[in-house]
């Protein structure tokens, strides 16, 4: 969920996660997580983040705040990529880490 804003309107968030708040916390199906009841329209992502296990980054330069999916198996330690090398269509190889720094997007594709 991309926000312009480290808050997002618990609409949106309904709406965008499939979470809802009831008395006993945010809910998602059978599982709810404990929290306090959201005291107005908006939420803090930051909380939503560490309750929710949502990873939350943050592009300064941009000015966007990105919450991620929630990923039950814990919360990423960081928004770093391990090192891949890969072959490029040369021959040669790539190596991930030249890109460091830079915004880069992964693309996978399987013809299975």
């Given at each position: 969920?991309?926000?312009?804003?480290?808050?997002?309107?618990q609409e949106a968030?309904?709406?965008r996660t499939?979470?809802?708040?009831?008395?006993?916390?945010?809910?998602?199906?059978?599982?709810?997580?404990?929290m306090?009841?959201?005291?107005?329209?908006?939420?803090?992502?930051?909380?939503?983040?560490?309750?929710?296990n949502?990873?939350?980054?943050h592009d300064e330069?941009?000015?966007?705040?990105?919450l991620?999916?929630?990923?039950?198996g814990?919360?990423?330690?960081?928004?770093?990529?391990p090192?891949?090398?890969?072959?490029?269509?040369?021959?040669?190889?790539f190596?991930?880490?030249?890109?460091?720094g830079?915004?880069?997007?992964?693309?996978?594709?399987?013809?299975?």
């Amino acid at each position: 969920m991309i926000l312009t804003e480290p808050r997002v309107s618990q609409e949106a968030f309904t709406r965008r996660t499939g979470w809802t708040f009831k008395p006993e916390g945010a809910c998602k199906g059978d599982a709810c997580v404990p929290m306090p009841a959201p005291a107005g329209e908006w939420l803090d992502a930051g909380p939503l983040s560490q309750r929710l296990n949502m990873p939350l980054l943050h592009d300064e330069q941009a000015g966007l705040w990105c919450l991620g999916p929630e990923w039950l198996g814990g919360a990423l330690q960081s928004a770093e990529a391990p090192d891949l090398v890969l072959p490029d269509w040369q021959g040669g190889t790539f190596e991930l880490r030249s890109q460091r720094g830079r915004k880069v997007l992964l693309l996978a594709w399987a013809s299975w």
